[in-house]
């Protein structure tokens, strides 16, 4: 019996063992996907800051493909900002949201499609009354692709006169992403009556539900 309960317990120390090392064992987030823009094969990543990311997360939570959307900050010098510093301008950062999408669904380039149509891309640190650096509008490619993809389109916009106004849309290289606080995360979602949601958001919403009708998820329309 004695030999029993000691196997027993050597047993269970190795599982915990075990366990505690599975458990601190990082999961892959913003910096696995930087190198490649791909999480894993069925999973696509993009970074895309325009405005306010309220706005930009409630367009993009509406668009077949998109399994994910989440709002935060990147392209600043100090980590683990708070949206009080952020909203100074000083840090750098740009409010941002970062994009999970399934490739076989839809693309990087169809992403960008949207992302030029739901905002002015020719308002250099601004969005309607927001401005500052934090509301730039930036494409944060992961990888040389995203970057020529995005750099072509930008290109053949402008050559087609498609805005009035020169595209003042930076690229840049994607930094470390950090989510924004809980309470910004399906912010439109979760507060459709708020003041700027309802000025604001819901506009950007409904130009999406005007210019890409055939892209909305099937469960919203």
Request: charged share 25%; proline share 3%.
């Amino acid at each position: 019996m004695g030999v029993y309960f000691v196997c027993l317990i050597a047993l269970t120390s190795i599982f915990v063992m075990f366990g505690c090392v599975r458990a601190e064992t990082p999961v892959a987030g913003a910096d696995a996907a930087s190198e490649s823009g791909s999480v894993d094969e069925k999973e696509s990543v993009a970074i895309l800051a325009g405005g306010c990311f309220w706005c930009t997360e409630a367009v993009y939570e509406r668009m077949e493909g998109i399994t994910d959307v989440v709002s935060g900050y990147i392209g600043g010098r100090n980590a683990n900002p708070t949206y009080q510093q952020v909203c100074t301008g000083r840090t750098g950062h740009a409010e941002a949201v970062q994009i999970f999408y399934d490739p076989s669904k839809t693309s990087f380039e169809e992403i960008l499609k949207v992302f030029f149509k739901t905002h002015d891309p020719t308002t250099l640190n601004r969005q309607g009354v927001d401005t500052g650096t934090q509301y730039r509008s930036s494409v944060f490619y992961l990888n040389e692709e995203q970057k020529k993809i995005a750099a072509d389109y930008i290109k053949e916009l402008d050559e087609h006169g498609d805005f009035r106004n020169p595209i003042v849309t930076k690229l840049e290289k994607a930094t470390e992403f950090f989510p924004a606080e809980e309470y910004h995360q399906d912010y439109f979602r979760r507060n459709p009556n708020a003041a700027y949601c309802q000025r604001v958001v819901v506009d950007k919403v409904r130009k999406f539900n005007r210019s890409f009708g055939d892209k909305i998820k099937e469960e919203l329309k």
